[in-house]
């Protein structure tokens, strides 16, 4: 079988199909993946089906298959999805009232070793493909009925992986997302988040579609963050600070700082002090995220007092939310991606 089709522009599917065919073929295919979401050849009805028969044997789709789905209490679903080479990776869907959101991955596995996340424990395996990033949305998408132009709908790449050490794919995978005769979603509807890839920062904000930033910030000092997040050994915080006050932001748009709160380590007043000072001068919003707990994981949740506190002292200086922890019985919130199969759960929760 050739390369996959997701992933590919028109352009690009109409050279796949070979010489001989003309320009609207490509659009056609290009309009079947990703508008009508078609997972198999049959569905492609646009196209001829002598034309189907030759390409089912020669042109794989791409999607990923589902190899296990968890449901939360909360209505959260994790999916593990097998990519076309067998590995595989996380994809989780969270429904609300009033919208929906999917937190995709950008890698099989993570390079950056944050220590309170059981991601960082799989080390990296690969990039993903544009198709596989696009491929998780377009998935849950499908089996959960979602359009983009009827209910708001939110893509986070939250999921396993550094986006920003895979940005080509994922500047293309945005591109796919937005593209009104594709996905058709918003650019404001996307956000990736990034440990700190000072570099990679720098070249997001001269793309022409990207999407929203994220800065998984952890700490209130220098030794701190290196403590917990060893990339900082080589990105240091203070150039970190400085790379996000020259981005580029788009005149609807604020910075999103996350900050995952571990009890006794990074939770203080004096913390919450530090993280207004560092923030004070960038058009931002705070996010806090007390820790979902794991195995192999060293450190503890703190108290919704102690979250509350923190939250009190930030949100005088900047908007300051404060994130619901969502599937954390399924192993599917945030920092819990790790593959964790059906009976590794139980006692686990």
């Keep these: 079988m050739g390369t996959a089709l997701l992933g590919l522009d028109a352009s690009e599917l109409l050279s796949a199909l070979g010489p001989g065919h003309p320009a609207f073929r490509g659009r ?38 589902v190899a296990a789905d968890y449901s939360s209490v909360d209505g959260t679903r994790r999916y593990l999805l097998r ?18 959101t999917i937190c995709i991955s950008s890698q099989v596995g993570c390079p950056v070793d944050c220590k309170f996340c059981l991601t960082a424990l ?74 700190g890839i000072i570099p990679r920062i720098a070249e997001l904000g001269q793309a022409d579609v990207r999407p929203k930033l994220a800065i998984s910030l952890n700490a209130s000092t220098e030794d701190q963050r290196r403590e917990l997040m060893p ?21 609807w748009e604020k910075l999103t700082f996350e900050y995952v709160l571990l009890r006794g380590v990074n939770d203080t007043d004096a913390d919450a002090r530090r993280v207004v000072r560092l923030l ?3 058009n931002a919003k705070v996010n806090l995220i007390a820790l979902n707990p794991g195995p192999g994981i060293p450190f503890e949740t703190p108290g919704p007092e102690r979250v509350a506190g923190f939250q009190s002292i930030v949100a005088k200086a900047m908007p300051c939310f404060v994130r619901k922890p969502r599937g954390r019985d399924i192993y599917a919130a945030c920092g819990q991606l790790k593959r964790v199969a059906a009976e590794e759960l139980v006692g686990l929760r």
């Design 28 to 65: 056609q295919l290009y309009e079947a993946l990703y508008r009508r979401r078609v997972s198999s050849w049959d569905q492609v009805t646009t196209l001829p089906k002598s034309l189907r028969d030759d390409l089912v044997t020669r042109l794989p789709l791409g999607w990923p298959e």
């Design 231 to 251: 990339i900082t050994r080589k990105w240091h915080l203070k150039d970190l600070i400085e790379a996000c006050r020259a981005y580029p932001l788009r005149p």
């Design 83 to 100: 990519l076309g080479d067998g590995r595989t990776v996380e994809t989780v869907f969270m429904p609300e009232e009033t919208r929906d």
């Design 122 to 195: 799989m080390g990296l395996e690969r990039n993903l493909t544009a198709g596989e990033i696009v491929g998780q949305v377009l998935l849950v998408a499908a089996r959960h009925s979602l359009a983009p132009g009827s209910r708001q709908l939110n893509v986070v790449m939250m999921g396993q992986g550094e986006p920003l050490l895979n940005l080509p794919n994922v500047l293309k995978a945005t591109q796919l997302l937005v593209d009104p005769k594709g996905v058709g979603m918003s650019e404001r509807r996307i956000t990736v988040s990034t440990a």
């Design 280 to 282: 004070s001068h960038l």
